[in-house]
């Protein structure tokens, strides 16, 4: 496989449940060069470096030769923008070598929702590119990738619609295969966890769990808390996530600012990045967890993790959300950059500990079709079936 594999990413929990479905099996992740594993179920090469991945993972598979490689297709994988041109290259040198591809397209950025406002929030280094130059380079990007795989793996079947309407893919060329739902790949240790409780104390914690950027929605998400917490003081509400690039700086500085000319620094933690084991704690201690999303460019790796944990979910109403999360079953789905309904969720959910519960176990019904290990034994399914035509 090509991708990187930090704990806790998509990639490291997929080879995981590799392990369990195909013990025999070895699963073989050219990383980039310095990224480093400590534990046994990934066998991680240092490969690539951002401006030469073609040609140095082309070497590589000269070496190793290996009958399906399949790349784990991230916008912002190989580094900057600029550096995602040179993916097309990566793929006709795949083509040589006659081996077969398969590409998890998990970063989507389709046309029909680009706008000024949107490529400002998902890229401020590129707000000033126009819109029909960065439609040619998501046709490029994408359309190469699609074309040249063998197999296209979405994880909704609303990306399934739009890779055949935007790209020209064939139907019959994309596989849906539903993002693993679990827990953290590590569990926190005690002292993570009694740390944890001692900062909530006797407060009731909401949860906002991801990177910290203007495309969360976390201005209308402080805006409904700050409503909700004048009159229930025993609430605390956790942000939980650093900064994916350096260009989000500012936004990060903004939340800061908002929640402390708010008053509310004694009601809102901003917790930068945590680990894996503190991800663990605060999800088990929180009572829900709330993605306000007004932008989605893929799957949100924090729904799957809020299922794995059986939390009700709040969470804006379009895809993947949509797609994963039945109103009133999974959770509550709320208009995009709509405070009042964020704040309408806070009251319904915080106020019924039946709902609460009915929905826990609606999601524990749910992890236990969508587990890593049959993530994986459906990726060998595709890999099987692609060998064979």
Known sequence: MISRAPVGSYMSKLAKGFSKASANDHVTVYGMKGERRSGQDIR??????????????????????????HIQHEFGMFGKPATMSLVPILYLFLKLLRVRIVSTIHTTIFPDSLS???????????????????EFGLHIVYGSACRLSDSVIVHQRSHKVKLQRYYRIGDSKIAFIPHGVGRAEFLANEESLLRWTSIIGDRRAMLYFGYVSPRKGLDYLINAFQEFSKQRLGWVLILAGGISKEFYRPYFQHIKDVINHSGLSDRIMMTGFVPEGDADALFRLCEFVVLPYTQIVGNASACNLAMGYWKPIIASNMSPFSEEIVDGQHGILCTPQDSQQILGAFEKLSADPELRMRISENLQGLEASRDWETVANNSLKLYKSILMS
């Open 116 to 134: 000024n406002d949107s490529i400002g929030d998902l890229l401020p280094i590129a707000s000033w590119i126009p819109k029909m130059v960065i």
């Open 44 to 69: 991680l090469v240092d490969t690539w470096t951002q401006t030469r991945f073609p040609l140095q993972i082309f070497r590589q598979l000269c070496r190793d030769k290996p009958d399906v490689v």
